[in-house]
Nanobody, 124 residues
Framework: QVQLAESGGGSVQAGGSLRLSCAASGDTARRRCMGWFRQAPGKAREAVAVVDSAGSTTYAESVKGRFTISQDNAKNILDLQINSLEPEDTGTYYC??????????????????WGQGTQVIVSS
């Protein structure tokens, strides 16, 4: 089992920045793929960015150049730096982990561990 706990959400004005963090605990030894997802009110959950154990990253087109995913494997921390926030970035942000499997893909159904989420509200 892997437990994930997000922090760092909040309310900001458009153009501002936030840094989200996710602390992983439990059986993280075989963790291969981690990612950030978000869900806006009334919409489906979508991928924001994923990173594999080697550090290779994949971003959603809508966040490229504004969001940066990073991980500290020694501390089991996954971060998401969010810059130039837009009202469309409002939603609940979830940290997710995938144990096992050769791939690291930004697909909701591929991940088998999820945090409780942290809310991001961006006002115009």
């Amino acid at each position: 089992q892997v437990q994930l706990a997000e922090s760092g959400g909040g309310s900001v004005q458009a153009g501002g920045s936030l840094r989200l963090s996710c602390a992983a605990s439990g059986d993280t030894a075989r963790r291969r793929c981690m990612g950030w997802f978000r869900q806006a009110p009334g919409k489906a959950r979508e991928a924001v960015a994923v990173v594999d154990s080697a550090g290779s990253t994949t971003y959603a087109e809508s966040v490229k150049g504004r969001f940066t995913i990073s991980q500290d494997n020694a501390k089991n921390i996954l971060d998401l730096q969010i810059n130039s926030l837009e009202p469309e970035d409002t939603g609940t942000y979830y940290c997710a982990a995938r144990r096992g499997g050769p791939l690291c893909v930004p697909v909701v159904g591929y991940f088998n561990y999820w945090g409780q989420g942290t809310q991001v509200i961006v006002s115009s």
